[in-house]
């Protein structure tokens, strides 16, 4: 009988442990809608594919738009405008005014830079190394 109790409660942490594993990093990153449909993306640590992830997640989400449309990056790290003290990435669904980058990376510091709204949803489900 405690050995059936102790498996069963070790296959329940295995199933526990192994949703957690699969679980997204959307819960990572907060964004926060600005003037001129901008959004800016607040993390819990810096990384590319958590900003990228913020920012998809909310253009599908709570804005509603397509996979296919563009993502820019406006605004490198900075400080956050909603919540002073943290870091932040602003993206916009135009390119800024220096243009878009032809970068064939998801680097957040570089201003420009682009990924459709599904790619950037996509790094939601990227590995962290912190997760």
């Not at 070790?10 to 003037?35: C, D, F, H, K, Q």
């Not at 790094?123 to 190394?129: G, I, V």
């Amino acid at each position: 009988m405690a050995r059936d109790i102790t498996l069963a409660v070790a296959t329940i942490g295995v199933l526990v442990n192994g949703a957690a594993a699969m679980a997204g990093n959307e819960s990572r990153s907060a964004a926060y809608p600005l003037t001129d449909g901008l959004i800016e993306v607040v993390a819990d640590f810096s990384e590319n594919a958590i900003y990228w992830c913020g920012a998809g997640d909310h253009a599908l989400t709570r804005l509603g738009k397509p996979g296919n449309q563009r993502l820019y990056v406006w605004k490198g790290p900075s400080p956050s405008l909603a919540r002073p003290g943290e870091q932040a990435v602003t993206f916009g669904f135009t390119p800024p005014p220096q243009g878009a980058a032809p970068a064939l990376t998801n680097d957040v510091g570089i201003i420009g830079n682009t990924l459709s709204v599904a790619q950037a949803k996509k790094t939601c489900d990227e590995r962290t190394a912190s997760g």
